[in-house]
């Protein structure tokens, strides 16, 4: 059963795979708020997003959709597998940073000694909530899925260095329009990476090992199950 769970076998293990993925990236959405409460200069793919909201007088989780939903086109023009965890990631994760954002149950931060404790505190919500995201096994995120795209394509190019210059490009694309950058960005940049690794390692769970089931997989075991179940009730 365990297995069925964590290999999406059955219609009902993918529903509850669903539900886990939908509920960790909303809970991640927490993560990425308190990092943006800290006022100390968002993460790079945050100040992107950010700085898009301040230019088109948009809603945060609006922006992110759109970055997302731009990525995802991307992932797909680099024939990369596609989940639908990813779809669910891009839709989730932004409109819960909106709904934290309208709760404001934290106040932004207006110093360092108070801004650090809680970013680090956002990046470790963030580090537990992929944990139990890719535990879902259907799907990667945009980002992600953008980098390992990339980084097939740019031949002995370190996969480090293709991190830092797509990182770099959100950040200077999301500062150009506006975006907070500052020392915050810095410490999400160089610690995210870490503190991840310390959390998967502190639950035994290994990334690597993960086998992600593709969208087409997904919908062929939904409507398969779903194909049996009339098949039962004709008979």
């Known amino acids: 059963m365990k297995s069925d769970l964590r290999e999406n076998r059955t219609a009902g293990a993918v ?10 990236l909303f809970v991640n959405g927490f993560g990425i708020y308190l990092t943006i409460r800290a006022n100390l200069g968002a993460a790079p793919w945050d100040v992107l997003s950010l ?25 797909i023009l680099l024939k990369e597998p596609i989940g639908i965890a990813m779809f669910i990631d891009a839709f989730v994760v932004g409109k819960s940073v909106d709904f934290f954002n309208r709760l404001n149950i934290v106040p932004e931060c207006s110093s360092w000694l108070t801004g650090i404790p809680v970013m680090l505190i956002g990046l470790v919500i963030l580090a537990y909530t992929q944990y139990t995201y890719m535990l879902a096994s259907l799907g990667c995120g945009p980002r992600d899925t953008l980098l390992v795209g990339l ?3 740019t031949g002995r190019v370190p996969i480090g260095a293709v991190s830092i210059a797509l990182l770099s490009s959100a950040t200077l694309i999301g500062w150009l329009l506006g ?3 500052g020392i915050g960005t810095l410490i999400c940049a160089f610690l995210a990476g870490p ?3 310390a959390a998967f ?8 090992g993960v086998k992600h089931q593709r969208l087409a ?17 004709t008979e």
């Open 15 to 24: 529903v509850i795979n669903i539900l886990l993925a939908a509920v960790s």
């Open 51 to 75: 700085g898009l909201s301040k230019t088109l007088g948009i809603l945060y989780g609006t922006a992110s959709i759109t970055v997302s939903l731009t990525i995802l086109m991307i992932d």
């Open 151 to 153: 980084a097939k394509r």
């Open 179 to 181: 975006g907070p950058v």
């Open 195 to 197: 503190i991840m690794q």
């Open 201 to 208: 390692r502190s639950v035994h769970f290994d990334a690597t």
């Open 217 to 233: 997989e997904t919908v062929k075991t939904l409507f398969r199950q779903e194909k049996i179940v009339l098949e039962n009730r």
